[in-house]
């Protein structure tokens, strides 16, 4: 059971602002809880084909997830596939931006999960529920620390 959860927000900052602050996948640290740690493992300026790796915490388990960004178009697009495998894998996910007047910009962003292993079949429609409920929450969490920074 594969399925795509998302959420949209109005973020206090001007639009080249909040898309340096998600490009560089380093901070996701500042507005995710589950991730633990979170580092660049590609050479060069953030883009297309840039590799993050992380540590995060789902269900009091620690896992390892790679990410690589698919997409990357500044400032309004920016797209990223897993890479590394799992029970749950997120095949898409991405953030779109746009100016909301005033200096603030508006961010959807959204994930795709989808089972990977037999564990996963089991736990995926669990994971999806308990995402698409800290949708918003997340959203508020990403809008706090990038007005933060």
Not at 16 to 35: C, I, M, P, Q
Not at 95 to 121: M, R, W
Request: charged letters at 25%; hydrophobic letters at 40%; proline letters at 5%.
């Amino acid at each position: 059971m594969a399925g795509r959860f998302g959420s949209t927000v109005v973020i206090d900052r001007p639009i080249d602002e909040v898309f340096a602050f998600l490009a560089d996948g380093e901070n996701d640290t500042k507005f995710s809880a589950r991730v633990l740690e979170i580092a660049k493992t590609t050479d060069g300026p953030i883009g297309v084909g840039t590799v993050y790796a992380s540590t995060v915490k789902d269900g009091g388990v620690k896992f390892k997830r790679q990410f690589k960004l698919t997409e990357f178009e500044p400032p309004t697009k920016i797209r990223w596939t897993e890479v590394s495998t799992g029970p749950v894998i997120t095949p898409e996910g991405g953030y779109d931006l746009a100016p909301a007047g005033d200096g603030k910009t508006e961010l959807s962003f959204y994930n795709v999960l989808e089972p990977h292993t037999t564990f996963g079949k089991l736990i995926t429609g669990f994971a999806l529920r308990s995402a698409r409920k800290g949708a918003d929450a997340f959203a508020q969490s990403i809008k706090a620390a990038v007005e933060a920074s």
